[in-house]
C-alpha cells in the first residue's frame, strides 16, 4: 500500500488563496450605472436645446406647470417693456407656486440709458431698487416688492455696437 500523498507541494506551504473580485465587480457595477445616468443626463440635455434651437422654443407641460426655452417672451404686465425691444426668452417657468423666468434683448441705445429707463420703471411701477453695482461698462439692478413677492434683476452691458439686456423676474 502506497502512503497517502499529501496535498501540499513539497515546501510543505499550501498555495496562497484565490481572492474573491465581488467587491470590483460591486463597484465597477454602480461605477457604470452612474456613467449611464450621466450620459442620459447630457443626452437628454443636448436633445432639449437641439428641440428649442430646431423649432425656435421648446415647452414643456405637466399638470404641476410649464417650462419653455426660447422663443418669445410673455413678460408678465409689471414688468416694464423697453421702448423698441424685441425680448426673447431665455427661459421661463410657470407654476402653482407662482412664474419666474429670463428674457434678453440687443438695443443700440447706450447701456446708461437703458439702467436708467430700468431704474425710472422699476421705482415708479411700485418696486424698491434694492441695488446697481457698475462694473465697466455692466451695470446690475435688482429689485423687489415684497408685499406683492415680486423681484427683478436686470443686467445691462454695454458693448461697441449694442447694448445686451437680460431681464430676470420672479413673481410668487
Do not use: C
Not at 97 to 108: A, C, E, H, L, P
Request: aromatic letters at 8%.
Amino acid at each position: 500500500m502506497t502512503p497517502p500523498t499529501s496535498p501540499l507541494p513539497p515546501g510543505g506551504s499550501a498555495p496562497p488563496a484565490k481572492k474573491s473580485n465581488a467587491l470590483l465587480w460591486i463597484l465597477l457595477g454602480v461605477g457604470g450605472f452612474f456613467v449611464l445616468i450621466v450620459v442620459v443626463a447630457i443626452a437628454g440635455g443636448l436633445f432639449i436645446v437641439h428641440k428649442a434651437r430646431q423649432a425656435g422654443q421648446f415647452e414643456l407641460k405637466s399638470g404641476d406647470g410649464t417650462i419653455q426655452i426660447g422663443g418669445s417672451a410673455k413678460t408678465p404686465t409689471w414688468v416694464p417693456d423697453y421702448p423698441g425691444s424685441n425680448p426673447q426668452t431665455a427661459f421661463s417657468a410657470q407654476g402653482k407656486d407662482g412664474r419666474s423666468g429670463t428674457f434678453v434683448f440687443n438695443t443700440k441705445d447706450s447701456a446708461e440709458h437703458v439702467a436708467q429707463f430700468y431704474r425710472d420703471q422699476l421705482e415708479s411701477s411700485g418696486l424698491t431698487v434694492s441695488a446697481t453695482v457698475n462694473s465697466g461698462s455692466s451695470q446690475v439692478i435688482t429689485a423687489a416688492d415684497h408685499t406683492k413677492h415680486r423681484t427683478l434683476t436686470v443686467v445691462v452691458s454695454g458693448g461697441h455696437d449694442q447694448t445686451e439686456v437680460s431681464v430676470t423676474y420672479a413673481n410668487k
